[in-house]
């Protein structure tokens, strides 16, 4: 009970939240990702924004965290799925083949998951690996679960994993080496961390990455410093300010008009 009673922010509670997902205020923002070599937008992070009618524009880390700990957090994670997948089904039938990627919570990684993932995508007639999974790895994410499998599985149908937030706190070179995944995102904290030591943690994991033909994605670049870090770290890709924030689906549409 103290969990629906609960809020990180004032007059957050876990009904105003269920109702939002129900009423359809939560929406994906998109946030591109760089090809660092050619300079181009080649796929697309949805983030969720929560449209609040009175609040305006609330962030992830208001409703994340509370939608976690009430289980609320599949629904909301179907709903922009389900909402960004139809617009990026959309731009590739104007040309577009840009990919997309969304946010998974660990406690998703059920087995049907998998299979409901992978059936949705192809429904909506998209191409293998143009969706990608990201997933954060936390303690709970362990190789003897579930989870692991249900990222197997996901593979196996041609929807892309990738591990988020490479070295956040959580995530280890030993977490990827046990992993599958086709993807590793290194996440702003060590572009924000000057010196060799964060630079070898960044090359070792473009290295195991490499060994499993996966692409790797530098977050956080905010200068066209970061950029050439991210470039010499060996990063396939780059998300941040310095290309765009996260923006409304019309805005991406625009974006794309331009490239
Ligand atoms: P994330 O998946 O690591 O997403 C990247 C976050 O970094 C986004 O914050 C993005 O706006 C922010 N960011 C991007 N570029 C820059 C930059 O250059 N500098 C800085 N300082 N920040 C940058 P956002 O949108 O607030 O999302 C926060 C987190 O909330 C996400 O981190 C993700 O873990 C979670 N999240 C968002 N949407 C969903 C969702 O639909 N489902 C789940 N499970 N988690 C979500
Ligand atoms: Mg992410
Ligand atoms: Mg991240």
Known sequence: MEDRASSTTPGT?????????????????????????????????????????????????????IAERTGLIGDLGRTILVQAGRRVADWHRRGRRVG???????????????????????????????VTAEITETPALSE???EVETMQALIAGGVGVSVDDFGSGFTSLES????????????????????????????DAVAVARSRQAVVVAEGIETAQDVDRAKAWGCDRGQGFFFSAAVPAEDVERLLAAV
Request: with cysteine; glycine share 4%.
């Open 100 to 130: 997309l990627a969304v946010n998974v919570s660990p406690s998703q990684l059920r087995p049907e998951f998998a299979s409901t993932m992978v059936q949705f995508v192809r429904a909506l007639g998209l191409p293998e690996w143009t």
């Open 13 to 65: 509670s876990a009904d105003e939240l269920e109702r939002a997902v129900r009423r359809g205020e939560l929406v994906p923002y998109f946030q591109a990702e760089y090809d660092l070599a050619s300079g181009r937008p080649v796929a697309f992070e949805a983030l969720s924004r929560w449209l609040h009618p009175e609040r305006g524009l609330v962030m992830p880390d208001r409703f994340i965290a």
């Open 144 to 146: 003897t679960c579930d």
């Open 176 to 203: 990827l080496e046990r992993l599958p995944f086709t993807e590793v995102k290194i996440d702003r904290s060590l572009m924000r961390r000057p010196g060799p030591e964060a630079d070898a943690l960044a090359l």
